[in-house]
């Protein structure tokens, strides 16, 4: 079993940066391929970011340009940069791991089979 805790959330005018961490603990790997996605009030959760196992990234169009994902394998950690904030990014934001085919990176949250519990992000106008 994997474990994931979110940190890094918090209130933050527009315009500004803050960065989440993910640390996984329990049966981990730096195979696994993982994600970041959110979910705004009323809205379905969605894809933000991936990152293989070797470090291969994608992001969302909403977020390419303003969000980095990325990762330490050594401390089990990954991380999103997200910097030029909008009250758009509004949202709890969750990290997820998938266990096998770290190779690749995957968008769907049906992907994915750890979850982080999520942190807030709040960005005022």
């Known amino acids: 079993q994997v474990q994931l805790v979110e940190s890094g959330g918090g209130l933050v005018p527009a315009g500004g940066s803050l960065r989440l961490s993910c640390a996984a603990s329990?049966?981990?790997?730096?195979?696994?391929?993982m994600g970041w996605f959110r979910q705004a009030p009323g809205k379905e959760r969605e894809f933000v970011a991936a990152i293989s196992w070797s470090r291969l990234t994608y992001h969302a169009e909403s977020v390419k340009g303003r969000f980095t994902i990325s990762r330490d394998n050594a401390k089990n950690t990954w991380y999103l940069q997200m910097n030029r904030l909008k009250p758009d990014d509004t949202a709890v934001y969750y990290c997820a791991a998938r266990s096998s085919g770290g190779s690749y990176m995957y968008f769907r949250s049906s992907e994915y089979n750890f979850w982080g519990q999520g942190t807030q992000v709040t960005v005022s106008s």
């Open positions: 329990g049966r981990t790997s730096i195979s696994y391929a």
